[in-house]
């Protein structure tokens, strides 16, 4: 670790009160020294992690952390606050404050390093040094590994008040900690040894766990719950092993050592890879921050799930999507986590089919839904016969729409078990004409089914074939009974009555959803209210042929969304002295990104200063929205922004209904940001609102 740290990277008397404040001391320091290339840019990184779970750990710790392309080189930046900082621990704020900073490419030798430092903070004699070192290039050396705790602790007289204000102590153990200055840790087969001595000494053998701990970014998270969960297996006498699933890669545990296992511990926050191989076992499945505060109690459950015989029948109960947020989430979240979870599937197919419909459109003319399959009649030569190409695989594609979304969303809430339920339910909605709503229900149907079935006890010869034979034969049969002769047929009038309500639409009816539909998609720039707005104009467009009414309202959707970005570039242009340096290098990506229908390049203005870039995005969305249904503009690609004007219907008014939205926002963030104090040429606007910033992280092919 010798040239991750310096002491120009450290602060022992870091006086900042929030933790954007403490990042931003932490990273100017980096900047200067030329780890860091755009401050503004790498702190909306360090938001977007921080907002998928905080980084504040037990015992004082906050470790704000990501991987970010505005990192040249792995860098930690470490500061101690006398205050303390809220970093969201249950505990209370954190006096040690921990900047990792890891570049987007970062290579295994460097993220295994980092993963020692994070073993290290759950070493209570490593903290409690530096809580007492008084130099920083002495700090930077702890750190490094090119001091020991102890020769740090020595260095301090005894009695002398730490940074959070608790006593220093000189007695240190004879543990010593992972190697840090080789980015090596200990083998986790080692750590038990002590315990497996003692226990072959009484003639008893321990009781045995294997683990596996997962993180978003893999970097800090992961290893401090390994660590955790070894260190309170040897208190309590019991054999640790446990598989890193990080970012440097991960060795998976030997077979034998999982057939030897009494029970199974998951404290993930994202999926575990291969999880199958521990079906038929005890076992508890928590998230990676339990794994860190709370080792001891989930060793007692696992023990107690052994003594009563629990255990899990193929992929264990819990999901990717449950495990992304805290556990006490209500079912609301959840469900708006399993919805999304199928959205996100479906988009690409969306994205590619409806772009070969429009460009088969485009090419062979507005009959080409009428030409014979390309199987029997295709001249190479002929550009109505690669007009017809175009549109029949686009309409496959479309095909797989309802199927994917169902499919996923039965995914989200019971893992790869829900997959065939799902996918089965979503093409019956299909058959039946059930439609897009008809695969919402499918989908939650089919989890709920699922989930329901891994609840019940089986007999243990059973347990091998549960997640091949028997839960996808008795799911699929349930829900396609329910789909075919229950809830079938209301949800496909419903279906039914809401297409026969937009066709209707005219007039000021359909000016009033143009400007709700430009207020979601401009609402929160990729969040969940966007989305639905999208997903409602891309539903409408998922046919070979879809309704006049459905293009218009795909039409107004992506007019609306592009106007913040846009809206963004034209105001740092007229206006450039409103903001910040920083801001006017991204208002000129902003032009690219709006014209592409990409409305998060408005998220870093939002982010610096929401209460007056949203209101005014939203009231320009409004407008473009209004003008677009008004002008009877109509759109049958998904996605594309203006370069797929072309097939828009009514084109000339669809760009003056936009640049009229662009021009309103415009006006507003001008005249709103002119009315406030001006901050200092050069400086930032203020810190990323972690709620905006975190929307940036959203990788699907959607303007959201």
């Known amino acids: 670790m010798s040239e991750m740290i310096t002491a120009d990277l450290v602060d022992l008397d870091l006086s900042a009160e929030t933790k954007e404040a403490a990042a931003r001391a932490l990273a100017e320091r980096m900047v200067t020294l030329g780890r860091v290339t755009d401050l503004e840019g790498f702190l909306a990184d360090v938001a977007a992690r921080e907002a998928q779970m905080p980084t504040g750990l037990d015992g004082g710790i906050g470790i704000p952390h990501c991987r970010s392309e505005h990192v040249t080189e792995p860098t930690l930046g470490f500061g101690r606050s006398a205050a303390g900082i809220d970093f969201g621990a249950p505990d209370g704020p954190a006096d040690l404050i921990f900047l990792i900073a890891a570049p987007a490419g970062a290579d295994d030798a460097h993220l295994t390093i980092l993963s020692s430092l994070a073993r290290q903070l759950m070493n209570a004699e490593f903290t409690s040094a530096l809580r007492a070192v008084d130099d920083a290039a002495a700090a930077a050396a702890l750190i490094r590994g090119d001091e020991s705790p102890a020769a740090a602790a020595s260095t301090v007289p005894e009695g002398t008040e730490s940074a959070d204000g608790s006593k220093n102590s000189v007695a240190v153990s004879a543990a010593a900690p992972a190697d840090t200055a080789t980015g090596t840790t200990t083998d986790t087969t080692d750590t038990t040894s002590d315990t497996t001595a003692d226990a072959g000494a009484s003639g008893e053998r321990p009781f045995r766990i294997v683990a596996v701990t997962s993180c978003p970014t893999g970097i800090a998270h992961t290893y401090m719950a390994a660590e955790s969960l070894e260190n309170a297996g040897r208190e309590a006498g019991v054999e640790v092993v446990v598989e890193t ?187 039946i004409n059930a439609g897009f709503l008809g695969g919402l229900a499918a989908g939650l149907i089919a989890g709920g089914v699922v989930i329901g079935i891994q609840k019940v006890k089986i007999p243990a010869s059973l347990r091998g074939i549960m997640p091949v034979v028997v839960i996808p034969l008795i799911s699929a049969a349930i829900v396609g009974f329910l789909m075919f002769v229950v809830i079938g047929k209301p949800i496909a009038s419903a279906q039914k009555g809401m297409t026969d309500w937009l066709n209707g639409l005219t007039g000021t009816n359909a000016v009033l959803l143009g400007a709700l539909l430009g207020l979601m998609m401009c609402f929160d720039l990729g969040g969940p209210v966007n989305k639905v707005a999208y997903t409602f104009a891309t539903a409408g467009i998922a046919v070979a042929s879809p309704s006049d009414s459905a293009m218009k309202i795909m039409a107004a959707v992506m007019a609306a969304g592009m106007v913040p970005p846009l809206a963004m570039a034209l105001a740092t242009t007229v206006r450039g002295r409103l903001f910040t340096q920083t801001e006017r290098e991204n208002g000129k990506a902003a032009w690219v990104l709006g014209a592409s229908f990409i409305s998060e390049g408005a998220i870093p203005f939002a982010a610096a200063d929401p209460l007056r870039v949203i209101p005014s995005a939203m009231v320009g969305g409004a407008v473009t929205g209004s003008l677009s249904m008004a002008f009877g503009a109509t759109l049958r690609a998904p996605h594309g922004g203006i370069f797929v004007v072309p097939l828009i219907g009514n084109p000339f008014l669809y760009l003056i209904a936009i640049a009229a939205g662009v021009c309103v926002t415009t006006a507003l963030v001008v005249v709103l940001k002119g009315m406030r104090k001006q901050a200092p040429e050069g400086t930032g606007a203020g810190v990323a609102d972690t709620a905006i910033a975190a929307k940036v992280d959203s990788k699907e092919p959607v303007a959201a």
């Open 245 to 431: 699933q990080g970012s440097a890669g991960f060795t998976r545990l030997d077979p034998a050592v999982i057939a030897a296992a009494d029970g199974v511990i998951f404290a993930h926050d994202v999926p575990v890879r291969d999880k199958d191989r521990f079906a038929g076992k005890p076992t508890v499945d928590v998230g990676v921050k339990a794994g860190i505060n709370k080792p001891a109690e989930l060793i007692t459950e696992v023990r107690g799930k052994a003594a009563r015989g629990e255990v899990s029948a193929g992929s264990a109960p819990g999901t990717p999507v449950e495990r992304s947020g805290d556990s006490a989430e209500g079912y609301g979240t959840k469900l708006r986590k399993w919805l999304m979870s199928g959205v996100s599937y479906m988009v690409p197919f969306v994205a590619a089919g409806g772009l070969l419909i429009a460009l088969g459109f485009a090419i062979g003319g507005y009959k080409i839904n009428k030409a014979p399959s390309v199987m029997d009649h295709f001249m190479w030569l002929q550009a109505d016969s690669w007009g017809a190409l175009f549109f029949q695989i686009g309409v496959v594609s479309f095909g797989f729409l309802v199927p994917v979304l169902a499919g996923y969303i039965a995914y989200g809430m019971a893992d790869r078990p829900g997959l065939v339920p799902g996918f089965v339910g979503g093409a019956i909605s299909l058959t």
